[in-house]
Structures are given as structure tokens and as C-alpha cells.
């Protein structure tokens, strides 16, 4: 196959609903541009922040050198909002938005709210590039006309700090790049068998006995309600929901260190729902729910219980119950909803709520397909990680899951109607912790997880028709050029990504090796911006 | 499967020739601990630094807190060596040693040469191990009687610096990896179609044009002469070789960007041997010779040449006899073994000398197996690299090579003599560069190389008693609670190797979770004691 010049194609990755481009390439002076807010726009702290960071990251690699040439040159662009409301981005909130970058470098971004406006400076921050031989900014291929608008509502990845801690560095890398991919959600996996590294008010001894600082005797390995808080307000700032995961009741066994009469009290639940659903403010929280062992078989011996079945089914209504008396909706690993859906259809209580989320884990085959699709027709939504499982590799196995399979994707199952696929949400790369620490996490996440950005945010007749040979494969001239370019976008903004294969790339292009032309002072760069990129 | 404490075993991979140990438990003081020369012992600067550098190793996490026991204290182990020579280390060389730690704490150290003496300090370095609780030294399971050597003579692993740059830092770290893995070979697969980074002071011109540093502008991307000398002597401080390969002739376009004339004179080729065969000592130097390709097809238009087996064939016994004039030994992988060889049994003209090294990189399958016994029958010498490929995963196929086969695989082929077999020199996990760049080159190097580290040391009598359940696999007992150990050794000595499944790992326990004890300062760690991590 010939190599493929990057440059050739867009340098967007996912690629917008709908956009139409030129071939004028605009100087970018670094030492000029401005953002100018719209007269209409109403102050927001999310978009000031916003502006204000995007400067730097379109930027990152200082003032250039201009050069003597006579091209037009962007040195502004003009943002509006009509909605300032910047609350706290939640599932189904509006996204799109239209970015103009006109020949004679006129630039207008516009947005029906925040977030959309967020995506926006995303994508133009993408249409800015830095050459490096050149040392200066360019605009290429206008004039540019986009009006973008997410194909499916939630686009997330799921990390694990049960089986490794992550510092709140890496957890915040992860929402960056979350951003950077126009992606919207960070589903925290924060408890499992192996730990419970959440501080609590209400409950301190959770995580004082549950998390690895006590069993390893160092101050570091639990979340203080401060770190919490701090994740949930970097989120916000990025127009990424994060959704706590508390697994229960299956891999429960980390909190029985504290509390052994756990499982006997819902007062208990109650106050801890409260706790948690206050300090995340998404709408949704997860509850696990799948492999349910032992832990349960002990509250069931003291319930008096003796169909694990029923008393699994019981717990799942009372949890959905309990989080609705505080305002959540209740995700759960669709093992949650197949049992409590199969002990309805034998008459034997109600259903889930419709608020209920399902999200499929297990094989993507005919009974995993027809699993989602019962989902949805009974009213409630699915969230598809199936086949998104990113921690495979290396160990016993030895099989990881690859990008064409990501790009390739069926996300809805066959025969719905169109109001039932609305109710199918999206998908989640989950990154499982056990072969993955703050190490390895962002090489195993990315550059994987932009391709599932591309597959959930582009249309799917976008993807078909670049996709000549079908399915997406090594032969596809149009996403691997992209995925080169975001991968060296994803290391120049500090996200250790996975390098893509440079058999693709001309040889001796700056493509090919873009570490060494990384931003001034980029390991001093963390997530944050001031710490290191590892927080220890 | 039942979780497995890590302390349970012994902590050493790999695992000695021979050894005994008690389970007795040694405080080791780090305010008093001093290494003593014997008295025979000659001064060498090798063995000076080594002592300095371990004492600082095993004593990473500072002073302690001295506990107020009564328990037999370890302060200082006595070093003796036979023979001081330290030039440098060479194929064959003798690594033996024995360690002996009694339970009164008298520890002795013998050696015959300064690189069975390195190898010594590692394996009483891995016995003294710091507890993050009691927040002190201590070395367990004493007393200890260990007489070791190794199975096989060559035990590396290769990079590849043509299709990703990798910084020196990153080229240092791999050899402090071989170093606590006692491995003793760096293959450095430095020039290859896509660059030729190495500066020389005969033909600077090949770097200039032919780096990354010139595409893409920058001052990085290539090897200056003083960077491959402190390459070179970094590891001759560890007693690693650093085998340096020129990839001739398939794969050296980007020579011709400098010397398109250059496959027509041999002057050249012989300047550049004794230039690179000067600043790297080891005495093979390694040639490619694999995948030719249309670059010779243009030498052979230019020799006048018509048959390409004929051209490659007279081309690399050229080879030969050049190196040997500058003193050197040939490596090649085992295409051009097998192309002169075949040429040989048809009457057209004389075999490779005997001290040509074949390095297999096919498929170990019987064709594979036959090869390679070919080798070793006609005189000459074999390193395996099939199956050993790490950069797999992630990308298009996605199957990555597993530690099981590592552990398992069968080095020798069958039906050979003793002397024939002892021809079989050892192994190389290679990485090749296209999917690995220095932010990924050591999760995907170690912990697989760790390994065949393993693998390549330990007699396969011991490999074969340990795996009760043959082959070894995800229950294996032994050797998993030793990657387990290796790993966080691995990563607290500053090597970012990838995590080993922890499912194995008792909950909370610190194995699980070897992050959270990192060394003071490690953020600041580099591979050379000072530098970055990352050295950008």
C-alpha cells in the first residue's frame, strides 16, 4: 500500500455531521489572536475558562516566529452562546454547534449552549496546526463550514480504581482527553472486591479500612471528599459527566471491612446515596449489579432469604427506589436488568423504571443484541461496552481489542423502531484495573477510544462512505491519516497515547515522530496543567 | 484459583542455578550497610560504580525508622573477585557467582569476574526488600546459599530506532532493565529504510539527511558520536553489549539520500565498519541482511548483475570478510544464512565462516526448528528471535505475544549433539519501532522480557518442576508471584513496566498496588540517576 501524506486529508477526528472546506491555507498569529465574545452572550465561568485554556493549547508551542509572507492571517474569532447556563453538563443537553472560518479569515463559532460551544473551540483548536519546520500556525484548507451535532447523546470511557488507585492527575488526564474527542462522559468505577478508596463524610471507615492507603500504610490510595470534588469541577469545566459507580451488591466485599452489617440497613444506603448523589451531579449514578457472589448470600442468611434470585431482584427495585427519592436515575450492568425483567415476565413484581440505564457488558452476539433490543422496547436505555472492553492484551489471552473492530461497530441491534434507537445512548470503552495502572492507562485508553469517538459522534453513512472496503481496515486512507494526527495532537497535549503504526506514514515525515516536537516544557505539563504528568 | 501471596516465594527472577534458603528474617540497616573488598581483590572502576549504584538501589526509600528489634541485623557484605579485568563485556564471558547470607548475617559475594560479580549484586539486591509499613529493610527467608550461572550465553532484547527515535534516556533505561533482569544483550537495530540517525564522523552526511531531526526540522532525532559512546559505556558499567545493526542491504534507503553511489564501492562500506566497529567494542556487529528489496535491484543494475540470489549472496559474503578485517564477528537474521547456504549446497562458491550468528525471526515451526538446526549442524551460531516479536496488540490483528509462551517455548530444536546445541547462543524479544515509540517502549518490552529473562537463565529442569501443570500457565505458583514482585521492582527502580494481572494478588494487599511506594524523588528518577524520566 502506498504511504499516506497526513496532510492530505481534514486533520478532525471524529469527523463533524456536516462540513465543507476549500484549499487557502491562513497564517495563525499567536501573538495576535483573541477570542471576542458575541455582544448577546451572556457571561459564563465554563466558557471564560474555556477560551482562555483553548488559547493555550492551540498555542502550546509559544510565540513562533512570523514569517515574511503575504497570507491572510486569523488573528480573531467571534464566539456566541445563546444559552450561558453552565450548571453542570448532563446527559442529552445540546452539543452542536456551527464554526465559520471564512477565506478572508473571518471566524464565527456559535452555539445553543456551552457545551456545544465547547466542541466547537475543540474542533477549530484542531484546524489550527503548528509546523515545526516553519515554527509558526496555520489554518489549512479553508474556507471551512461546519455544522456538527454528536450522532449518539453518550460517549464516555469507564476507568477502575478498585484493582489500581489512579492519582487525580491521571483521572484528570482522562477527562482532557475525554475532551479532546469530543467525548462527554467519565464513568468512575471507583469500588469493587478489591477496594473502596472513597472518603466519605458520613462514613469515613469505608475507605480508612477498604482502601489500599491503610493496607499498605501510606497516605495516598484514597480519595479525600476535596479530590472528589476537584474531579467533578474539572469535569464540568470540560462539559464531560461523571458518573460514580458504587458496585453493589456483587462485589461488594471491600466495604464489609467497615461495615459488616451493611447489607442489613437500607438507612445506611440511603445516607450514602445522599452523600454521593450531592458531590456528583449527574443525574445518572451506576450501581454495578452484575456478579453478584457471596457477599449477598450472607445478607440473604440474615434477611431470612433463600432464592438468591429473588432477593437479588428485591435489592435491585429498592436501589432504583432509594436513588429516586434523591433525584438519580439508576445505571447498572445489564445483568441487573435481565433479572429483575425475567422475575417480571414470570409475575413477579414490577419492572425497572424507565429511568433505568442497561449497560450491555457480555458478548455482542445474537443473545447480547437481543438483550439491548428488549431493553429498549420496554421503555428503558442501553449504553453498549460489548466488544468495548480495552484491557485485554499481553496477559493469558494475549487478544486485544483493535481499532478496526471499534470503527466497524453495530451499535444498535436490527428491527427497532426509530423512537426505540433513540433510547439506545451510546457506548463506553471500559478500561477494567487489573492489568492497568495510572502506568499504562492512558496507552491502553487512547488512541482506541478517539476511534469509538469517531464511530459514536460521526454519522454512520459518514463512516460508510470513507469507508470504501468494507469493513474499515488497514487500507482505509481516510480515519488512519486522522488517527496519526490525533495521536500526535493527544501526546503534544500531555495524554501518553498509544503511537498508531508509522508503516502508513512516508518515511521521515514529522508525522512519523512527533515526540520530537513536543511543546516547550511539555513534562512539566500534567493534566492540570501544573503538576507532573505522574503525580508522584 | 486462591490468591497468592507474594512473599510466599522467594523473590528472585530469575530464578538461580542452584540455591537453598532457610526462613530466618535479617533487618538490614541502610545507615551502616557497606560493601568490603576482599583483600585479593583487584580495584576496578566496573565494579567501584556497581557497588555505589546498588547500595543506592537497595536503599531507594532513604534512611528508615529503625525498629526496635531484636532481630539479627545484615550491615555489610564482603566482594571478592578473581579476575578485575573490566573492558568490556563479551559474548562468552563468565557470569557465574556465588552469594552466601548466613543466618548470622555474614554475607559473601564471590566471583571470577567483574560481570558475574554485577550479576551477584542484582540477586542480593532483589533479596532486600523495604516494607512500606514498618517502614524498613529487611532480607527474608535466610540463609541463603546460591551458586549461579546462566542457561544460555545471549540474552537481550532489540529496539529499533529507525522507525521511532528513541531518546538516550529511554536507550539507558533498557539497559538498566537488562541489567535487573540479568540479561546481557542490547541489540540496536539503529538505521532501517525509514531513517539513519546515527551520526559518524566519517560520513556525517548520512544522519543529516537521513535523520528524523532533518525532516522534521528540529535538533533532536539523531545520535551524536558522544550520545553512541555513552550508550556504549552505560552499559559496559552493567555488563550489557550493545550489538550495533546497520540493516544492509534491504533495508537502507535512507542511506541513499545521502550516498546514492553507495552500494558501489565496498572503500565505504569498509570506512564504515571500522568507524562503528571502533565506538562499539562488542565484538559481532550486526548486518540485517533481511528482506532485500529494490535497492539492491539498483546495485545490481549499476554491477552489471542479472541473478539477485547471485548479488545477495556474493554481497554478504563481502560482508563477512570486511567485518573481519576490522576484528568483527557477523550477526545477520537468518535469511542471509539461509540464501548463502543454499547457494553453497549448489556448488556456488564457499559457506559463511563459522563465526556467523543467524538470528531467526520466522515462525518456529518445523521449517523454523530445521533451520535453525541447520545453523548450529554446519558450524555456526543461532539466536531465536521467532516468536519473541513484543510490539504486536493493539493494531490491526491485535494478538500480542503472552508470557506463557515466553516461559514455555522451546529454544533448542531437537536431534542435536551437546556441541551443536551449545552453538545455540540464547534470545531477543525484538520491538520493532513502528507501533513503539519511547512513551511505550517499556510497558511493551518488560514484563514479557522479564521473562524470557527467565527463560534464558534458569536450567529448564527447574522451569519444567515449577510448572506442575505443563505448560505454564494462569495457575502457575511460582513464577506469577515473582512477576508480581518483579514488576513493582521493575517500576520503582524507574523502568514504567507493565502491570501484572492482579486478580492473583490477595485484596489490598501491597503487591497490588506497588505505586503507592514508590521511592522518594522517583518522579525525578531518570534511567541515568538525574534525568527526567522522559528526557524531553
Same mark, same amino acid.
Given at each position: 500500500?502506498?504511504?499516506?501524506?497526513?496532510?492530505?486529508?481534514?486533520?478532525? *477526528?471524529?469527523?463533524?455531521?456536516?462540513?465543507?472546506?476549500?484549499?487557502?491555507?491562513?497564517?495563525?498569529? !499567536?501573538?495576535?489572536?483573541?477570542?471576542?465574545?458575541?455582544?448577546?452572550?451572556?457571561?459564563?465561568?465554563?466558557?471564560?475558562?474555556?477560551?482562555?485554556?483553548?488559547?493555550?493549547?492551540?498555542?502550546?508551542?509559544?510565540?513562533?516566529?512570523?514569517?515574511?509572507?503575504?497570507?491572510?492571517?486569523?488573528?480573531?474569532?467571534?464566539?456566541?452562546?445563546?444559552?450561558?447556563? %453552565?450548571?453542570?453538563?448532563?446527559?442529552?443537553?445540546?452539543?452542536?454547534?456551527?464554526? &465559520?472560518?471564512?477565506?478572508?479569515?473571518?471566524?464565527?463559532?456559535?452555539?445553543?449552549?456551552?457545551?456545544?460551544?465547547?466542541?466547537?473551540?475543540?474542533?477549530?483548536? $484542531?484546524?489550527?496546526?503548528?509546523?515545526?519546520?516553519?515554527?509558526?500556525?496555520?489554518?489549512?484548507?479553508?474556507?471551512?463550514?461546519?455544522? %456538527?451535532?454528536?450522532?449518539?447523546?453518550?460517549?464516555?470511557?469507564?476507568?477502575?480504581?478498585?484493582?489500581?488507585?489512579?492519582?487525580?492527575?491521571?483521572?484528570?488526564? $482522562?477527562?482532557?482527553?475525554?475532551?479532546?474527542? &469530543?467525548?462527554?462522559?467519565?464513568?468512575?468505577?471507583?469500588?469493587?472486591?478489591?477496594?473502596?478508596?472513597?472518603?466519605?463524610?458520613?462514613? /469515613?471507615?469505608?475507605?480508612?479500612?477498604?482502601?489500599?492507603?491503610?493496607?499498605?500504610?501510606?497516605?495516598?490510595?484514597?480519595?479525600?471528599?476535596?479530590? $472528589?470534588?476537584?474531579?467533578?469541577?474539572?469535569?464540568?469545566?470540560?462539559?464531560?459527566?461523571?458518573?460514580?459507580?458504587?458496585?453493589? !451488591?456483587?462485589?461488594?466485599?471491600?466495604?464489609?471491612?467497615?461495615? /459488616?452489617?451493611?447489607?442489613?440497613?437500607? &438507612?445506611?444506603?440511603?445516607?450514602?446515596?445522599?452523600?454521593?448523589?450531592?458531590?456528583?451531579? %449527574?443525574?445518572?449514578?451506576?450501581?454495578?449489579?452484575?456478579? +453478584?457472589?457471596?457477599?449477598?448470600?450472607?445478607?440473604?442468611?440474615?434477611?431470612?432469604?433463600?432464592? *438468591?434470585?429473588?432477593?437479588?431482584?428485591?435489592?435491585?427495585?429498592?436501589?432504583?427506589?432509594?436513588?429516586? @427519592?434523591?433525584?438519580?436515575?439508576?445505571?447498572?450492568?445489564?445483568?441487573?436488568? &435481565?433479572?429483575?425483567?425475567?422475575?417480571?415476565?414470570?409475575?413477579?413484581?414490577?419492572?425497572?423504571?424507565?429511568?433505568? #440505564?442497561?449497560?450491555?457488558?457480555?458478548?455482542?452476539?445474537?443473545?447480547?443484541?437481543?438483550?439491548?433490543?428488549?431493553?429498549?422496547?420496554?421503555?428503558?436505555?442501553?449504553?453498549?461496552?460489548?466488544?468495548?472492553?480495552?484491557?485485554?492484551?499481553?496477559?493469558?489471552?494475549?487478544?486485544?481489542?483493535?481499532?478496526?473492530?471499534?470503527?466497524?461497530?453495530?451499535?444498535?441491534?436490527?428491527?427497532?423502531?426509530?423512537?426505540?434507537?433513540?433510547?439506545?445512548?451510546?457506548? @463506553?470503552?471500559?478500561?477494567?484495573?487489573?492489568?492497568?495502572?495510572?502506568?499504562?492507562?492512558?496507552?491502553?485508553?487512547?488512541?482506541?477510544?478517539?476511534? *469509538?469517538?469517531?464511530?459514536?459522534?460521526?454519522?454512520?453513512?459518514?463512516?460508510?462512505?470513507?469507508?470504501?472496503?468494507?469493513?474499515?481496515?488497514?487500507?482505509?486512507?481516510?480515519?488512519? !491519516?486522522?488517527?496519526?494526527?490525533?495521536?500526535?495532537?493527544?501526546?503534544?497535549?500531555? #495524554?501518553?497515547?498509544?503511537?498508531?503504526?508509522?508503516?502508513?506514514?512516508? %518515511?521521515?515525515?514529522?508525522?512519523?515522530?512527533?515526540?520530537?516536537?513536543?511543546? $516547550?516544557?511539555?513534562?512539566?505539563?500534567?493534566?492540570?496543567?501544573?503538576?507532573? +504528568?505522574?503525580?508522584?
Amino acid at each position: 500500500m502506498a504511504p499516506i501524506d497526513p496532510d492530505a486529508v481534514h486533520p478532525l *477526528l471524529p469527523t463533524p455531521y456536516r462540513f465543507t472546506n476549500g484549499t487557502a491555507t491562513l497564517r495563525v498569529d !499567536p501573538g495576535r489572536f483573541a477570542f471576542t465574545l458575541a455582544a448577546a452572550t451572556a457571561p459564563s465561568e465554563v466558557l471564560s475558562a474555556a477560551l482562555a485554556r483553548y488559547r493555550r493549547i492551540m498555542f502550546a508551542w509559544g510565540s513562533g516566529s512570523s514569517p515574511a509572507t503575504a497570507a491572510t492571517t486569523l488573528t480573531d474569532c467571534s464566539v456566541s452562546v445563546a444559552n450561558s447556563s %453552565d450548571g453542570s453538563f448532563q446527559l442529552g443537553d445540546d452539543e452542536s454547534y456551527s464554526l &465559520r472560518v471564512a477565506a478572508d479569515a473571518d471566524c464565527r463559532l456559535s452555539a445553543r449552549t456551552v457545551w456545544g460551544a465547547l466542541r466547537g473551540l475543540e474542533t477549530l483548536s $484542531q484546524l489550527v496546526e503548528y509546523s515545526p519546520s516553519d515554527r509558526w500556525y496555520e489554518l489549512r484548507k479553508a474556507p471551512w463550514q461546519i455544522d %456538527d451535532k454528536p450522532a449518539f447523546v453518550s460517549r464516555g470511557v469507564m476507568v477502575d480504581t478498585a484493582r489500581h488507585w489512579l492519582s487525580v492527575p491521571a483521572l484528570l488526564r $482522562q477527562i482532557d482527553a475525554l475532551a479532546y474527542s &469530543r467525548m462527554n462522559t467519565l464513568h468512575w468505577h471507583a469500588s469493587d472486591e478489591d477496594a473502596f478508596p472513597m472518603g466519605s463524610t458520613a462514613f /469515613p471507615a469505608l475507605a480508612a479500612r477498604g482502601s489500599y492507603a491503610s493496607a499498605v500504610g501510606v497516605s495516598a490510595g484514597l480519595y479525600s471528599v476535596a479530590d $472528589q470534588e476537584a474531579v467533578v469541577q474539572y469535569a464540568r469545566m470540560r462539559g464531560v459527566r461523571v458518573v460514580l459507580e458504587l458496585d453493589l !451488591p456483587g462485589h461488594a466485599s471491600s466495604w464489609a471491612l467497615a461495615r /459488616p452489617d451493611l447489607f442489613a440497613t437500607w &438507612r445506611f444506603l440511603g445516607q450514602l446515596i445522599a452523600e454521593f448523589g450531592a458531590r456528583f451531579p %449527574d443525574r445518572v449514578m451506576h450501581f454495578g449489579g452484575d456478579e +453478584v457472589d457471596a457477599s449477598v448470600r450472607a445478607w440473604m442468611r440474615e434477611q431470612g432469604a433463600t432464592d *438468591l434470585r429473588d432477593v437479588y431482584v428485591h435489592f435491585e427495585r429498592r436501589l432504583h427506589a432509594a436513588a429516586a @427519592e434523591h433525584g438519580k436515575e439508576v445505571q447498572t450492568w445489564a445483568d441487573a436488568f &435481565r433479572r429483575v425483567h425475567n422475575a417480571s415476565a414470570h409475575g413477579r413484581g414490577p419492572p425497572l423504571p424507565r429511568t433505568a #440505564i442497561a449497560q450491555e457488558w457480555g458478548r455482542w452476539d445474537e443473545a447480547g443484541r437481543a438483550e439491548m433490543a428488549a431493553v429498549v422496547r420496554s421503555g428503558g436505555r442501553a449504553v453498549r461496552s460489548s466488544g468495548f472492553y480495552f484491557d485485554g492484551g499481553y496477559s493469558t489471552g494475549g487478544r486485544a481489542t483493535v481499532w478496526e473492530e471499534v470503527i466497524n461497530a453495530q451499535l444498535v441491534p436490527p428491527g427497532l423502531s426509530a423512537e426505540e434507537e433513540s433510547r439506545v445512548l451510546g457506548a @463506553e470503552a471500559c478500561l477494567w484495573g487489573e492489568v492497568a495502572d495510572e502506568l499504562f492507562l492512558d496507552q491502553k485508553l487512547w488512541l482506541r477510544a478517539s476511534v *469509538l469517538a469517531e464511530r459514536l459522534w460521526t454519522p454512520h453513512a459518514t463512516i460508510a462512505a470513507y469507508c470504501h472496503h468494507k469493513p474499515c481496515s488497514f487500507d482505509n486512507r481516510d480515519l488512519q !491519516p486522522r488517527m496519526v494526527k490525533n495521536r500526535c495532537r493527544l501526546v503534544q497535549r500531555g #495524554i501518553l497515547a498509544q503511537p498508531y503504526n508509522t508503516q502508513i506514514i512516508p %518515511d521521515r515525515s514529522r508525522w512519523q515522530q512527533c515526540e520530537l516536537w513536543l511543546p $516547550q516544557n511539555w513534562s512539566r505539563r500534567g493534566a492540570a496543567g501544573t503538576a507532573a +504528568v505522574y503525580m508522584y
